[in-house]
C-alpha cells in the first residue's frame, strides 16, 4: 500500500495513473460504501485508497524545494512560498481558482442571518444550495471539454460531470449538520485528483502543474473554506477537540511542512530530515509574531495563524499536539513524514471521517490486488459497529449472533459481598500519615473526601504539598511546559490520551 512506503525514509512520489481516454469508461454515481468499523480495513486495501495516498504523495512531493543547477555556477536553491512568481498556473489551474472566487462571491448572496446563536448559521444552507443548483455550470466553464465527453457513452449512463459535481458538493461541508471537516477536504482532493486521472491537467515536468494545483487551487480553497467557518460559524466535523491536529483541516500541514523541508534535485531524493537553512523554528507556532510573519508565505503557519483567528488562549492548551509536534528537533522534513503518517492514521483510518466519503468508477469500491493486509493497530482495531434494531419495523434485524449460554461479564460473578467494616481501601488522599490512626484502620468504612478537602484537625502536616480545586489554579501553571519530543509525544496523546500537562522527563 501506499503507506508502506512511509516506513523508511522519506515519503515517496508516484503519480496517479491517467485513464485512457479511448477505452470504453462507464462513469458510477458515487455513492456510500463504508457503513461499519470493518468497512474501514477494506478501503485501507481498495484501489480508491491507493489512488487517494498517491495523489497525495504526489502532491506533496512537489512542495519540496529544488536545487537548480547551472553549469560554471553554483546550485540555487528554489523555494515555493505563497504567491510564489516560479510557480506556474495552468488554464485547469486559473479556471478552478476563478471557479472558487465564484464560490466565494456567493456569500455575499446569502449573508449569515443575524442574532446570537450557539451553533452554526442557518444562511450555510441557503449558500450551499445556490452551489448545488450552479455546479454544473461551474464545471462546464472549469473542466476542459475532453474531461467531460471522457470516454464512451450512451443515453442514460452517468456523465463525467455528475461524477465530478458529487465530489465538489461534498468539498465543501455539510448543509444538514452546519459543519466542516477534514473528510470532506478529503472530498475535495478526490476532485482535483479525478480531473487529473481524466486528463484535465497539463503533463508537464515532474511538479510543475503539482505546485500549480496546490498553490493555485488548494491553497485559495482553503482560504475560501476558512471565510465561510467565520462567516457561518460552522462546526468541527468529527473533531477531537484538543486531541485533534486541527478542527477543520489536515493537508496544509502537510504541504506546508514539506515548504521548509530541504531541497532536493530529484524526486527520488525525498529526505527524512531536515530543514531549510533559513526556515523558522518549529517552536515558532507557540510565538504570535512569529506565525504572523510567516502565515503570508508558508501554509503551515497559514493554517496556525487561522488556529489563532478563532482560538483564544495558551496555544499549549487548546492545541496540544501542534505544541507538541513544534518540540521535533530532526527538522522539517521529520516532521513532513511525520505529518503524511498520521494523515493515513487520523483521517484515512477513521470511520468518523472517512465513512461519508462515496466511491463511483474513479475512487473505485475494489481491492486492489498488490495491496498488502492493513496492519491492525489502535486505529483500525477499535472501529464501530453498525448499530442494528427493528424497533416499530424500522431498521433491519442484527445479523449478530446471540451470547452464547452461560456467558456474563467478570463482574457479574456470584461473589459474596464483604460487609463495610471489612473494607480496607480508602482513596489516596484519605490515608493519615504520622501513625494516626484513621477510620480504616479502626475497622469503620473509610471517609473518602474529595481531592481538595482541607485534612482533617488532627491530622498533622507531614510536608506534603497542600492540593487544591482544579478551578483555583496557580498563576505558574499557565506558563508553557516544555516541549516534549515532538511525534513521538504527539502519537501518544491521540492513541494514550495523555493529559496535556505531561511533561518528558
Known sequence: MASDNLNSGGPTTTSIQLLDPSAHHVFIRPSKKINEGHDVSFFLSSKAYKNIMTFLLQLNGAMYPRQVTSKGSEPIIQTWELNSPAVKYSKTVNSLKNMLEKLNGI???????????????????????????????????????????????????????????????????SAQRLDYGSGHELSFLAFLGAIWMLGGFEQAEAGVEERGIVLGVIEPYL???????????????????????????????????????????????IPAEGSLPDAPDPAGVAKLNVVEAERKENMYFG????????????????????????????????????????????????????QHFPFGS???????????????????????????????????????????????????????????????????????????QTASSAGQAPTTRAPWGQPPPFAPYNGAPSTRAPTDRNINSRLPPKPPNGLEAAEKRVQGRVDPSEKKS
Open 107 to 173: 456569500i455575499d448572496e446569502a449573508p449569515p442571518e443575524t442574532g446570537p446563536r450557539r451553533f452554526g448559521n442557518m444562511s450555510f444552507r441557503k449558500w450551499y444550495e445556490i452551489l448545488e443548483s450552479r455546479v454544473s455550470g461551474y464545471l462546464a466553464e472549469t473542466v476542459p471539454p475532453q474531461v467531460l465527453s471522457f470516454g464512451s457513452k450512451s443515453g442514460g449512463e452517468v456523465t463525467a460531470a455528475e461524477e465530478l459535481g458529487t465530489y465538489l458538493l461534498g468539498g465543501f461541508g
Open 223 to 269: 482560504q475560501l473554506i476558512r471565510r465561510l467557518i467565520k462567516v457561518y460559524n460552522l462546526e468541527p466535523a468529527g473533531s477531537h477537540g484538543v486531541w485533534g491536529l486541527d478542527d477543520h483541516s489536515f493537508v496544509p500541514y502537510i504541504f506546508g511542512s514539506a515548504q521548509y523541508a530541504p531541497a532536493i534535485s530529484s524526486l527520488d531524493q
Open 303 to 354: 493554517a496556525v495563524g487561522f488556529i489563532y483567528d478563532v482560538k483564544k488562549g495558551p496555544f499549549w492548551e487548546h492545541s496540544p499536539i501542534l505544541y507538541d509536534i513544534s518540540g521535533v528537533r530532526a527538522g522539517w522534513a521529520k516532521i513532513n513524514k511525520g505529518m503524511v503518517k498520521m494523515y493515513n492514521a487520523e483521517v484515512l483510518s477513521k470511520f468518523p471521517v472517512v
Open 362 to 436: 474513479l475512487f473505485t469500491w475494489e481491492r486492489d490486488p498488490n495491496a498488502e493486509a492493513p496492519i491492525t493497530s489502535i486505529h483500525t482495531s477499535s472501529q464501530p459497529l453498525k448499530t442494528s434494531f427493528n424497533a416499530g419495523g424500522m431498521g433491519k434485524p442484527s445479523t449478530r449472533g446471540q451470547p452464547q449460554e452461560g456467558t456474563k461479564a467478570p463482574w457479574a460473578s456470584n461473589v459474596t459481598v464483604l460487609p463495610p467494616t471489612s473494607i480496607g481501601t480508602a482513596a489516596p488522599w484519605a490515608v493519615s500519615s504520622g501513625g494516626v
